[in-house]
Nanobody, 130 residues
């Protein structure tokens, strides 16, 4: 079982920045991927960013590339999502998740597909005003 706790959500202005944190605890064996997802009211859950723990591999959803950065602090069992140049369409509930990896040949990777993730946090709300 993996427990995930998000923090850092809140309100921001368009063009501004926010940083989300997600602390993991428990047994993450078999779940080397951690990711951020978001869901706005009335929409499907969307993959934002993913990272392979202990590796430099990252992946991003098309809508956030160049604006958001996912990072990790293994000593703190924490991942972060730095969100820059915020837009009103970034408004959503943001979820942290832990999941399984896939392979490109011999190389393990993480995707931003929600179906690859088994453990989810409770979410933190991000609201961006214009």
């Amino acid at each position: 079982q993996v427990q995930l706790v998000e923090s850092g959500g809140g309100s921001g202005q368009a063009g501004g920045s926010l940083r989300l944190s997600c602390e993991a605890s428990g047994n993450s064996h078999g779940h080397p991927c951690m990711g951020w997802f978001r869901q706005a009211q009335g929409t499907e859950r969307e993959g934002v960013a993913a990272i392979y723990i202990g590796s430099t591999w990252t992946a991003y959803g098309d809508s956030v590339k160049g604006r958001f950065t996912i990072s990790q602090d293994n000593a703190k069992n924490t991942i972060y999502l730095q969100m820059n140049n915020l837009k009103p369409e970034d408004t959503a509930m943001y979820y942290c998740a832990a999941g399984v990896s896939r392979y490109i040949g011999p190389v393990p990777i993480c995707t931003v597909g929600p179906h690859d993730y088994n453990y989810w946090g409770q979410g933190t709300q991000v609201t961006v005003s214009s």
